[in-house]
C-alpha cells in the first residue's frame, strides 16, 4: 500500500537521488525553494514505510503547477505516481485551484491523461555548449523600480500571477535577472538559475522584438557554457536563436492542464521556467 506524507527538508536525499537517477537538473538549492513556495504542498510516497516518490506542488492564486514527479524505478507501475497525483490534486482542490498545469514527458503524459489533464502545447528543452560572444551590453540588469512592470507582463502572457516565484528567484539568482526596455518603459524580462548539468535559462517573458534581444543578451552573459532552455513549439524566433546558438533538442514535453485553460500568449513566452513552474 502507498502512503503519502508531507516532505519536510530531511527527504531532500531521496529527492537529488531519484533526479539524479533520471538525469534531471535541480540542485538541492531548486528543492528548497520548492518547499519554501509551498510547504503544505510537497510530498512523499512510501511503499512498506520506504520512501520511493516525490512530487512538488505551488499555487498562484487559482492555477497551480505540479512537478517533481518522480518514482524510484524499482516501484514504477505499482501506481505510487497515481496515488501521489491523486493526493496533490485532492490537496490543491481544498484550496481552492480551479486550473491545476503540468509539463509532462512521455513517460508521464498516460498517467495524466487518465486523471483528466488535456494537452495544451508541445514544449521542446534545447541543450548545449553556447558560442563565445562578445560581453553583454544591450540590455539591463532589473532594478527595484522595474519589478513591478516585470511582474505585470508576467500577469499578460502566462494569465498567472507567478509573483512569488519571480520575486524568489530574482532575490537568489539578481545577477541573472535582465530587462530590455521599449519606449514605453519595460517590455519583457529574462531570469536564469545554476544547475547541476546546466544553466537553465528562462522564463523569458517579453513583448514584441525583446525577447530575441534578451535571449541574445544570455548569450552573451552565458557564452562557452552549458545550458538548458525550454522553448514552446509555436515561438518561431525563440527556435531559430537557439538553432543559430547551436543548441540541439534534448526532449520534448507536453504542457498539460486540468480545468478551465489558460489563454497564454505563447509568441511572448519566450522560454518557460522549467517543468517546476511553467
Request: charged share 25%.
Amino acid at each position: 500500500m502507498v502512503q503519502i506524507r508531507l516532505m519536510t527538508g530531511a527527504d531532500l536525499p531521496l529527492g537529488m537521488r531519484l533526479k539524479a537517477a533520471n538525469g534531471w537538473n535541480q540542485t538541492e538549492a531548486d528543492w528548497r525553494r520548492y518547499l519554501d513556495l509551498q510547504p503544505d504542498g510537497c510530498f512523499v510516497a512510501a511503499v512498506d514505510a520506504n520512501p520511493v516518490g516525490t512530487l512538488t506542488t505551488c499555487i498562484f492564486g487559482s492555477v497551480a503547477w505540479i512537478a517533481m514527479v518522480l518514482v524510484d524505478s524499482e516501484y514504477r507501475g505499482r501506481g505510487v505516481g497515481t496515488a501521489l497525483m491523486r493526493h496533490a490534486l485532492e490537496f490543491l482542490e481544498h484550496q481552492g485551484v480551479r486550473s491545476t498545469r503540468l509539463d509532462a514527458t512521455p513517460l508521464g503524459q498516460p498517467i495524466y491523461e487518465r486523471l483528466g489533464f488535456k494537452p495544451e502545447y508541445s514544449l521542446h528543452r534545447y541543450e548545449g555548449m553556447l558560442p563565445a560572444s562578445q560581453p553583454e551590453s544591450d540590455v539591463e540588469t532589473l532594478a527595484p523600480a522595474d519589478v513591478q512592470a516585470a511582474l505585470a507582463i508576467d500577469r499578460e502572457v502566462t494569465q498567472t500571477d507567478r509573483g512569488k516565484l519571480l520575486l524568489r528567484l530574482a532575490g537568489e539568482f539578481p545577477e541573472t535577472m535582465r530587462v530590455e526596455r521599449g519606449a514605453s518603459g519595460v517590455e519583457g524580462f529574462r531570469a536564469a538559475r545554476p544547475g547541476a548539468r546546466a544553466i537553465q535559462i528562462g522564463p523569458c517573458v517579453a513583448r514584441g522584438t525583446a525577447g530575441a534581444q534578451l535571449l541574445e543578451g544570455a548569450r552573451r552573459q552565458f557564452g562557452s557554457e552549458r545550458v538548458f532552455i525550454d522553448i514552446p513549439d509555436d515561438n518561431g524566433p525563440a527556435i531559430r536563436w537557439a538553432q543559430e546558438s547551436r543548441l540541439v533538442v534534448q526532449r520534448p514535453l507536453l504542457r498539460m492542464g486540468r480545468g478551465p485553460r489558460l489563454d497564454e500568449r505563447i509568441s511572448e513566452l519566450w522560454a518557460s521556467s522549467g517543468p517546476e513552474m511553467g
